[in-house]
């Protein structure tokens, strides 16, 4: 759901369309890097696409284009898990 969430942000935004795999795809990409370290000090260009959508969309009235994952950041900043 989330991943679908974000493509669909992203064809918003840019018109750029995903192929009906791709939540699968993602997926296996995911778990073939799940031994790569990650940090939340990559958030910017990990999620901040992502994260500036919405904060665009609130700006201009629109609706969250990408609710599930602001909830989560929202969490996480909550949670003191990161911050930015």
């Known amino acids: 759901e989330l991943i679908l969430e974000m493509c669909a942000g992203i064809t918003a935004e840019t018109g750029v369309e995903f192929d009906a795999g791709v939540t699968d795809r993602l997926c296996a990409y995911a778990r073939s890097v799940a031994h790569f370290p990650t940090a939340i ?44």
């Open 41 to 84: 000090k990559e958030f910017e260009w990990r999620n901040g696409y992502f994260w500036d959508l919405s904060e665009t969309a609130e700006d201009e009235g629109r609706p969250d284009p990408c609710p599930i994952h602001t909830s989560y950041c929202n969490k996480a900043l909550v949670e003191d898990i990161f911050s930015f």
